[in-house]
Structures are given as structure tokens and as C-alpha cells.
């Protein structure tokens, strides 16, 4: 397990968690080529080879991923010809239904399915350093670093700890025990 962690709540808008998932498919395919989603990009937000293996993101603001937007998704990525496979990368994991549409789709549909999402997206792009520093940089990983000591501090200085029996010259002598 890796001690760094990366918390995609830190990221407030769809379009940086798509310049995340940019750069770190970048760094791990040479070959990607991003599309500008500007005329629409029929939920194509990157390819290697032109819809050979295409990617889609999805960075939900709030609640998770609902599985009504999952069904959408793969349903416009089975719209394209010659897919072979298609990569889902999501800032939060799939629920327990939306893992069900995804296993129920494996079997119908002529290209592979790939999911990188919530903490398994994290631990992928935690290996390319670049990409993490530049979304995520070392001075935020520094001060949560800090803070985290900090907590612990505190946290141990209010914990109950076992006193020692006081012990003959322990104490000054006007405050000494006497038995």
C-alpha cells in the first residue's frame, strides 16, 4: 500500500479531472491522442489507434457514479464501430448495481470493458510522479503530511496513558510520600 494518497474531491471541476486523466494516460500511452469534446465528442474523451481502444471520464460532483449515466456511457461507446476495447475512468468506484451492468455487458458486447476508478485510478496515477505533481503538488502532500503528524500529536498527548507508581525521590522533598 502506498503511503501518498490522491483525493479526487481536491478536484472541483470535471474539465481538471479530465486534464488528469489526460496526463496520466499520456504518461502511460504514448500513443493517446485526447479530442477536444468542444462540437461534442460522442462520449469519446481520448482514443489510441481511432476507436481501436477509446477512453471516457466521468468526475461526478456530488454522490457517486449512478448507474442510469454508467448504462449511458457504454451504450454510446457500443454506437462505434471497430471498438476493441474501451476504458472507463471515473474519480468514485461503481456501486454494487453498476458492477452488475458492467459484468451483465461483458458478455454481449464486442469490445472488452476496462474500469479505473475510484482508489484503483488514484494508485495507477500515483506511479507516473509528474502527473501527480502537477494536479496534486508535493507542497499540498507536504502540508497534509503535517497536519496528519500534528492530529497524531494530539491525539496521543490526550490518549489515557498508564501512569508509573511514584517511586521514594521521585517527587521534591517537600512533596515527598511518606509511609
Not at 479505473?116 to 502532500?141: C, D, N, Q, Y
Amino acid at each position: 500500500m502506498m503511503a501518498e494518497k490522491l483525493n479526487f474531491r481536491l478536484i472541483d471541476n470535471p474539465a481538471e479531472f479530465q486534464k488528469l486523466c489526460e496526463m496520466y494516460l499520456h504518461a502511460k500511452y504514448p500513443a493517446f491522442q485526447a479530442v477536444d469534446g468542444r462540437g461534442g465528442d460522442e462520449g469519446i474523451d481520448g482514443f489510441i489507434r481511432w476507436k481501436d481502444h477509446i477512453f471516457q471520464f466521468h468526475h461526478p460532483l456530488s454522490g457517486g457514479l449512478r448507474v442510469d449515466k454508467l448504462r449511458h456511457y457504454i451504450k454510446q461507446a457500443a454506437t462505434h464501430d471497430g471498438v476493441r476495447q474501451w476504458t472507463f475512468l471515473c474519480s468514485v468506484s461503481p456501486t454494487k448495481s453498476g458492477w452488475e451492468h458492467i459484468e451483465s455487458k461483458r458478455t454481449t458486447l464486442t469490445f472488452e470493458i476496462s474500469i479505473l476508478a475510484g482508489s484503483i485510478l488514484a494508485e495507477e496515477i500515483l506511479k507516473f510522479h509528474h502527473v501527480r505533481e502537477e494536479l496534486f503538488p508535493r507542497e499540498t502532500l507536504e502540508l497534509v503530511k503535517q497536519i496528519k503528524e500534528a492530529v497524531n500529536r494530539l491525539t496521543q498527548k490526550f490518549t489515557k496513558t498508564k501512569l508509573a507508581k511514584p517511586l521514594p525521590g521521585d517527587a521534591p522533598e517537600a512533596l515527598c510520600l511518606t509511609e
